[in-house]
């Protein structure tokens, strides 16, 4: 993940988070949580969290093999990434 999580321990909060962190606990699902009919939060444990972590990988691992498979050429990274600076105009800074 690219963001510092903000954290709590659970006896900080109220008994209803207790509640849903034992409903995590048993569903291993993220809670979509919305505000006035539209999306606005997901919550979910931490376990989950790393389970789709891992399938983003391996989903943007095959889609590379894929990619390879079907051409056969590979990319050097410092060329990639050169110009996926120049496309969006990303600089890097210099110390």
Do not use: W
């Amino acid at each position: 993940m690219y963001f510092t999580p903000r954290t709590n321990t659970i006896h900080k909060t109220n008994k209803p988070i207790r509640k849903i962190s034992a409903t995590f606990a048993t569903h291993r699902q993220p809670v979509f949580i919305t505000k006035n009919g539209y999306g606005d939060l997901v919550i979910m444990s931490i376990e989950t969290c790393e389970e789709l972590e891992t399938l983003s990988a391996d989903n943007a691992i095959a889609d590379a093999e894929d990619e390879y498979a079907a051409d056969g050429q590979l990319h050097n990274a410092r060329d990639v990434l050169s110009s996926l600076r120049r496309k969006h105009l990303i600089t890097r800074r210099k110390n």
